[in-house]
T-cell receptor
């Protein structure tokens, strides 16, 4: 079954404790992206990757890091989480090429609370 | 930068009625997409309309696009309780390979 898998689905952590949210897709997609969703603000892009070893900032990259060492995986790293990073996070992937956008496939989301 | 903005923010209708949601955007686009999100779940793609198309249908969904007004509408006909969800429009953006999402319309269909 084609899917995007995120882990963990739920996490409560404390300020400053590094954490990683994993994302894996089994559709051989080149494009992967991370979004955060906050009430009233819709989805905002954090980082995206056009292919292996190619990553770029989205609209709200501060406080986050990503890596793309393998095509299927695109982890989101919070080096020193803060309460304003409490949010619902989504990983998404697609078969986009440069300048060509189409359907995004989303994971089920990771709800993160930073105390 | 938020490109798409949906209207209304919330909509409550009876089962069997039609639901119409609107989306406005600011810059030129290649395509506009609509997504659905059940409470707290991942978004699911519904339909894509390209900038050179004016109307598209998929089952009970009808999407229109007016590039001169930079607006789109999503019509769900004969709504069902299971259509209760949030609906988002998303537009692509040339300055970065991404989809820009609006804040969404919350649709509640009462049975």
């Amino acid at each position: 079954e084609a899917q995007v898998t995120q882990n963990p689905r739920y996490l409560i952590t404390v300020t400053g404790k590094k954490l990683t949210v994993t994302c894996s897709q089994n559709m051989n997609h080149e494009y992967m992206s991370w979004y955060r969703q906050d009430p009233g603000l819709g989805l905002r892009q954090i980082y995206y990757s056009m292919n292996v070893e190619v990553t770029d900032k989205g609209d709200v990259p501060e406080g986050y890091k990503v890596s793309r060492k393998e095509k299927r995986n695109f982890p989101l790293i919070l080096e020193s989480p803060s309460p304003n990073q409490t949010s619902l996070y989504f990983c998404a992937s697609s078969s986009w090429g440069v300048g060509d956008t189409g359907e995004l496939f989303f994971g089920e989301g990771s709800r993160l609370t930073v105390l | 930068s938020q490109q798409g903005e949906e209207d209304p923010q919330a909509l409550s209708i009876q089962e069997g009625e039609n639901a119409t949601m609107n989306c406005s955007y600011k810059t030129s686009i290649n395509n506009l997409q609509w997504y659905r999100q059940n409470s707290g779940r991942g978004l699911v793609h519904l339909i894509l309309i390209r900038s050179n198309e004016r109307e598209k249908h998929s089952g009970r969904l009808r999407v229109t696009l007016d590039t001169s007004k930079k607006s789109s509408s999503l019509l769900i006909t004969a709504s069902r309780a299971a259509d209760t969800a949030s609906y988002f429009c998303a537009t692509d953006a040339w300055e970065g390979n991404k989809l820009v999402f609006g804040a969404g319309t919350i649709l509640r269909v009462k049975s």
